[in-house]
């Protein structure tokens, strides 16, 4: 055989060898895929509606001023509402500008959100269940505390499949237990939840007030929620009594949003 020819068959057994590997499709870093990042216990079963989500929890800043926007956690969760509507990223500080759109002075920027402003900008539709009177209508029907626990987490978990399914649910949390009561709040994205023996023990949240990766999805127990909401020694108190700290936490659970595209003119 031809030196030539030997080297053309050298050349073909080699190619497949040196191919350069199929690359997998990388998410950006504001972007997760959701069921690696949550953990179950033996008989758990993790109900996630969004096989990925988006994730805000950046500094927000009022306007180009270098001034941080405390207490920003709404604007974060309709971020990552929008951005999960969409499949585009829809950032807080978009979020933030769009909704202070009519305030001239920048340092003036407030997070108290105006989600018609949203609605407009956005095209969508902001819908809400208020919680606080849910709740207050079970203790007037004579419902125990545990069984209204229960059914707030139920409820949610209802909510979420039937009407959060393409983008995630805002659950509002306020210390006083009023829709808009005085004290500590937090809002976060709920995004699926935890099922065992059939029923809902936990729910999956996106929690602005942890890092990602965590962040993205992590369990409401495990949020930052039970230490802000029941502060450290009656958390304490809790996890040493063996308290499913997501149903304690229903005491606290005050509103849900969600967002729709918006209807037809």
Same mark, same amino acid.
């Given at each position: @055989? ?14 497949? /060898? ?5 690359? #997998? ?14 953990? !179950? #216990?033996?008989?758990?079963?993790? @109900? ?6 988006? $994730?805000? *929890? ?6 180009? !001023? ?5 207490? =920003? ?6 971020? +990552? ?40 900008? $956005?095209? +969508?539709? /902001?819908?809400? $269940? ?24 139920? !409820? &949610?978990? #209802? ?13 509002? /949390?306020?210390?006083? *237990? ?13 995004? *699926? ?21 965590? *962040? =993205? ?9 039970? &230490?802000? @909401? ?19 936490? @229903? ?10 595209? =918006? =209807?037809?003119?």
């Amino acid at each position: @055989m031809k030196k030539p020819a030997l080297l053309l068959i050298c050349l073909l057994l080699l190619i497949p /060898f040196c191919a350069p590997a199929e690359e #997998e499709a990388v998410l950006p870093d504001t972007w997760y895929e959701l069921s690696p990042l949550v953990k !179950t #216990e033996e008989g758990e079963a993790a @109900m996630l509606l969004l096989p990925r989500s988006y $994730y805000s *929890g950046e500094e927000i800043y009022k306007g180009n !001023t270098g001034i941080p926007l405390t207490g =920003a956690c709404v604007l974060h969760c309709a971020s +990552v509402v929008l951005s999960n509507l969409s499949g585009q990223e829809i950032t807080g500080q978009e979020v933030t500008a769009a909704n202070n759109r009519d305030i001239r002075e920048a340092r003036r920027w407030v997070n108290y959100v105006s989600w018609g402003k949203l609605a407009t900008r $956005y095209q +969508v539709d /902001f819908h809400s $269940y208020d919680l606080a009177q849910y709740n207050t209508n079970l203790k007037n029907s004579g419902v125990r505390k545990d069984e209204r626990r229960h059914n707030k987490i139920e !409820t &949610l978990a #209802e909510a979420m499949n039937q009407l959060g399914g393409n983008a995630g649910l805002i659950v509002h /949390f306020n210390a006083s *237990g009023r829709l808009n009561g005085s004290g500590h709040r937090h809002a976060v994205v709920l995004l *699926g939840y935890i099922l065992k023996d059939r029923q809902v023990t936990d729910l999956l949240i996106s929690d602005s007030n942890v890092p990602a990766p965590q *962040g =993205a999805c992590v369990r409401l127990s495990q949020s930052s929620l039970p &230490l802000s @909401m029941l502060g450290k020694k009656a958390l304490n108190k809790a996890v040493e009594n063996g308290e499913n700290l997501a149903l304690a936490m @229903m005491d606290y659970v005050v509103s849900y949003r969600y967002i729709t595209k =918006a =209807a037809e003119p």
